[in-house]
């Protein structure tokens, strides 16, 4: 589908049946249960289990913590409180688990473009996996059992990652969000409940998982996504014929180009509109994957994290500024 689906999470919420969730669980619960979950994905019969490394997040500094829910790895809410806590995540970074958060397991697929099929066939894989050597909780009528009531049912939630800057620019937005609500989905900012959306990035997801099927979700999901995009291509062809707009785009990349200090949301935005500039056909010689790129490298505690140095707001700054210059010039 077109780009203007950045990527595809699947996530599922598991507990463990002989454990109280984990906002009741004593320290040594928690290590048990860790232990359990860890053993469970190294022992498993698939070829995963050697790929995945451990975090205890203890033992994890603020600013590499920070940096994971920059890239939607794991929640703001698991970095939150490290002890008792642990994340299983994979090489390429596309599957994690996060361990002893809100639930006992919160198994994550991340996967470039829309591809919710894909992203749900690796996620259940890997939970029969878990659950073939984990008991699950689980209720012939309620389904999978959690701690939050609104996770009843499959346990699951699905979501796309979407560029919507003609739709913002239009101010539909706040219409849309109305309708979907009552679809039994819902959009936020980037980083999910409680976020603003930065860089026209919106995340849209499915709210409903108790009373309908994991598969009946995705397609659902499917469904209004596409809708979503049509809406957006469609009001990109009116908002491209502004010359104010163009002017915009070309303003965006030259500032990226040239700039000696730049703030996050400033670079979000100018990142935006350039992604608008090249889907639009404006701008060539630049690929969307290196601005998708430059949207996550340009988050504060993920820039400090590769440079391997904590910085003042100022110097993170500059700091930004240089990637930018050197990577679209």
């Not at 591809?115 to 659950?131: G, I, N, P, V």
């Not at 707009?245 to 509109?273: K, Q, Y």
């Not at 490298?297 to 910085?311: I, N």
Request: charged letters at 25%.
């Amino acid at each position: 589908m077109s780009s203007v689906v950045l990527s595809t999470r699947v996530r599922l919420a598991r507990n463990l049946k002989d454990y109280p969730f984990p906002c009741k669980l004593s320290a040594q619960g928690r290590e048990q249960v860790t232990q359990k979950i860890r053993d469970a994905v190294k022992n498993g019969n698939s070829v995963l289990a050697d790929d995945f490394k451990f975090i205890k997040m203890s033992e994890l500094d603020r600013l590499h913590a920070v940096s994971l829910v920059e890239k939607r790895l794991v929640s703001p809410e698991f970095i939150s409180g490290a002890d008792g806590r642990a994340l299983l995540l994979s090489s390429d970074e596309s599957l994690s688990i996060m361990i002893n958060e809100e639930d006992h397991i919160r198994l994550q697929v991340i996967t470039k473009g829309l591809a919710l099929e894909q992203a749900y066939d690796t996620a259940d894989k890997l939970d029969t996996l878990l659950d073939e050597r984990l008991e699950f909780a689980f209720d012939k009528k309620l389904g999978y059992l959690t701690q939050c009531p609104t996770n009843l049912g499959t346990g699951m939630r699905a979501s796309v990652m979407l560029h919507l800057p003609a739709l913002e620019k239009s101010k539909a937005i706040g219409r849309i969000a109305g309708n979907l609500s009552k679809l039994g989905l819902t959009i936020r900012g980037a980083h999910g409940e409680g976020t603003e959306p930065k860089g026209a990035l919106y995340q849209l997801s499915n709210q409903v998982t108790l009373g309908i099927s994991e598969k009946a979700a995705v397609e659902n999901l499917k469904n209004i996504t596409a809708q979503l995009v049509a809406q957006e291509e469609q009001a990109r062809e009116r908002l491209c014929k502004s010359i104010e707009v163009r002017d915009t785009i070309a303003r965006s990349l030259g500032i990226l180009r040239t700039a000696l200090v730049i703030t996050h949301d400033e670079a979000l935005g100018l990142l935006s509109n350039v992604r608008l500039g090249i889907e639009s056909g404006q701008i060539t010689g630049v690929s969307i994957e290196t601005i998708d790129r430059l949207m996550t490298e340009a988050e504060p505690a993920t820039l400090s994290v590769s440079l391997g140095k904590s910085l003042s707001p100022h110097d993170r700054d500059i700091e930004r500024a240089n990637l930018l210059r050197k990577t679209l010039q």
